[in-house]
């Protein structure tokens, strides 16, 4: 058992989920209202039930955090702040945030108030975690595709916070916090909490090419509790109370023992809930097709089974805090008991006990009474027990019964207080904001996945500026770097790979490049420090003007709005960004970023994930959707791919409601399009020609 333990941290998607977690032994606990959480599908909690449920939490010494984790409208943070102000009163323990523009409001607002970075802002290196440090979160909640490798660098990098892991549950196949698919495939955003897990889903060949099998990491306790990691989460808002309790008893206790879990252990872990077994790939550095699994009859019949017998189980457990119990029964003296715990204790007296006639009390009588707790939050520490019990006394079974049912409600009354006695609501008046005007216009931008796709000169004439990837830029011909005068980020950097990207960095520097674009905030000092005029991505998925303030403070230049904003949307935050705000008007937007090789998975399943060679001529492969659709996929930076919409959004028709700096500038994402594609597709946009399919715009 380690001195310095991490907390076990587990879901409850609704009341009865909670009662579970706490059962468990869970030291935090993280829930979500009805509004402005990532699981709108879970049933979640009223505000009356989460002012109850923090309250008891309090009471058996448990935090709750609430996930406040969706993108939000400008229009909607003054509503999100209203139910953050009812949770700060209500003395919740911290916040799980997700928008920038959300978190700063909430920092001037309730400067005393914990955020924790949520796993979607995708912090996967120290200088993410710094970042955010400097943000004002005391938490960061690190990208679940991060090895143990990467989890130790950046703790070791960057000590200064609490940092939380993901140790058991449902996994993305994307990377945190860049997913798509759900909101291109169908219209139901993940990023609003409502993902309808298309990743889950075949394709056209019968194949689940991206459904992962749950994350257990039971097995690796004993190194995740000397990590020095703060927290260790059980993912599981959607999943039912036998799940919550049985997830966590098992995980309370290998914490507790510091040790890792034995086969049975993980086999019964298997039995709550598996598909077809589990994986830690993530963890071993080693993401390949072994992570793929679905939900098999086998897997449904033993998790039924198995929930039958926790819902026993759990009937027959619940949260108690042990107190010591202090009595005193003599002749001639009134009665007495006291009950302590959690530095408290309450003394009550009761009735002189009268010389017995026939039977006087004994020891077991005594005892038996006292411990019978069973209505109260409370039972007996067997080692904590004092009776002193006086010779042939007489005392009646409902006197003691009084004493005991007084005492105890004395003392749950004095552990109920609140955590955070100086919070109270106050007057609050916004500080003016620095709003400045932007919007001189619309230029053109262009961002070519591949330098071979670049068509003539003559149709790239228009356009103010052209990127490539900063390893396609390096690598490309002459006439193609002469062309671009910027380079794109990756949007994943894990530590390891982040010495490589500086020097790549200072290599086109040295090249005359002055532009850098930014997908992720991890890489974004990084880019300043050079002296580049720095932008921001399509997946720090912008979604209203607060967070363009945040990144602009941060010193990036531009940003592009999320692709998920309506044209009404994104005219309204970048009326307000005191930056430069752009759109994509055409492209095929990438879906997801992944960890894993799909390629390899696709055309080398039996290689290892380090000596893969299936991608690493750079050309897109594809397979067909469910719809039919062929999505392009093609390696990404080192060793990553990305999934591309095959369908392009197109709106060569509509530049007129976007055009003339409405939402500012206009870029053009071209993936594998042939040059003569990419040309006819640059000429139908001069001629504003309605020709090709859009996807839904949101």
């Known amino acids: 058992m380690t001195d310095n333990k991490p907390k076990l941290l587990l879901p409850a998607g609704d009341p009865e989920c909670f009662e579970a977690a706490l059962a468990a032994g869970a030291d935090e606990i993280y829930i979500g209202g009805k509004s402005f959480n990532a699981r709108l599908g879970a049933e979640n909690f009223t505000e009356e039930q989460l002012a109850a449920a923090i309250k008891k939490a309090h009471f058996f010494g448990v935090s709750v955090f609430v996930t406040v984790n969706t993108l939000l409208l400008d229009r909607e943070i003054s509503e999100a702040l209203r139910f953050i102000e009812f949770l700060y009163l209500n003395d919740v323990d911290a916040l799980i945030i997700t928008d920038p523009g959300l978190s700063a409001a909430v920092k001037r607002r309730f400067p005393g108030l914990k955020l924790h970075a949520s796993t979607q802002c995708s912090v996967h290196n120290a200088e993410g975690a710094k970042l955010f440090t400097s943000r004002g979160f005391s938490r960061v909640v690190l990208a679940r595709e991060c090895s143990a490798a990467d989890i130790d660098r ?362 850098v674009m930014v997908s992720n905030v991890g890489t974004l000092r990084l880019a300043l420090k050079y002296g580049f005029q720095v932008h921001g991505g399509l997946q720090l998925n912008v979604y209203n003007s607060r967070t363009a303030e945040v990144l602009a403070s941060e010193g990036l230049s531009s940003v592009i709005l999320s692709p998920e904003l309506n044209i009404a949307q994104m005219k309204a935050a970048s009326s307000a960004s005191p930056i430069k705000t752009g759109a994509a008007v055409y492209g095929k937007l990438p879906e997801a970023v992944l960890e894993k090789c799909i390629i390899r998975d696709m055309y080398s399943p039996d290689v290892s994930p380090k000596k893969c060679e299936a991608c690493g001529d750079g050309q897109f492969r594809y397979f067909k959707d469910r719809e039919g659709e062929n999505v392009p996929v093609c390696r990404e930076f080192i060793h990553r791919n990305v999934m591309y919409n095959p369908v392009p959004i197109y709106m060569a028709d509509k530049l007129e409601a976007v055009s003339g700096g409405a939402v500012g500038d206009l870029h053009f994402f071209f993936t594998d399009e042939t040059p003569e594609e990419a040309e006819a597709i640059i000429e139908a946009y001069k001629n504003k020609t309605p020709t090709h399919k859009r996807i839904k715009r949101m």
Not at 219 to 248: A, D, F, N, Q
Not at 362 to 372: G, H, P, Q, R, S
Not at 373 to 393: E, K, M, Q, R, Y
């Open 154 to 515: 950046i703790i070791s990098d960057h000590p200064d916070t609490e940092y939380e892991i993901f140790i058991h549950g449902a996994l993305c196949v994307c990377a945190s916090g860049m997913c798509e698919l759900s909101a291109y495939m169908g219209g139901r955003s993940g990023n609003r909490g409502d993902c309808a897990q298309p990743c889950r889903l075949p394709d056209s060949t019968g194949v689940c090419r991206l459904s992962l099998k749950d994350n257990c990491l039971a097995g690796h306790m004993e190194r995740i509790c000397r990590s020095g990691v703060t927290s260790l989460k059980v993912e599981g808002r959607m999943r039912s109370p036998e799940y919550v309790y049985g997830v966590g008893k098992i995980y309370r206790r290998l914490i507790d023992e510091g040790r890792d879990a034995t086969e049975e252990e993980i086999s019964e872990l298997s039995r709550i809930f598996g598909r077809n077994g589990f994986t830690d790939s993530y963890y071993n550095g080693k993401p390949g097709a072994e992570m793929l699994g679905t939900r098999t009859d086998e897997d449904k019949e033993n998790s039924a089974a198995e929930a039958q017998r926790l819902k026993e189980e759990l009937r027959a457990n619940r949260r108690r805090i042990p107190v010591s119990v202090k009595a005193d029964i003599r002749a001639g003296a009134v009665s007495e008991l006291t009950l302590s715990a959690r530095g408290c204790s309450a003394t009550v007296y009761g009735d002189i006990p009268a010389a017995a006639i026939t039977s006087p009390l004994t020891k077991e009588d005594v005892v038996k009474n006292l411990c019978k707790l069973g209505n109260t939050p409370f039972c007996v520490d067997p080692a904590a027990f004092s009776l002193h019990l006086g010779d042939n006394v007489s005392l009646p079974v409902s006197a003691i019964n009084s004493l005991r049912r007084t005492a105890a409600e004395r003392l749950e009354a004095q552990i109920v207080t609140k955590r955070y006695p100086d919070r109270c609501a106050a007057p609050y008046t916004e500080p003016a904001r620095n709003i400045g005007s932007p919007s001189d216009g619309s230029f053109l931008i262009v961002h070519f996945v591949r330098g071979k796709g670049m068509p003539s000169r003559t149709s790239l004439a228009q356009f103010s500026r052209i990127y490539l990837p900063i390893d396609e830029y390096l690598n490309a011909q002459m006439s193609v770097r002469d062309a671009a005068d910027g380079v794109e980020l990756p949007p994943v950097v894990m530590p390891h790979e982040y010495t490589l990207l500086e020097e790549m960095l200072i290599r086109v520097k040295l090249c005359g490049v002055n532009h």
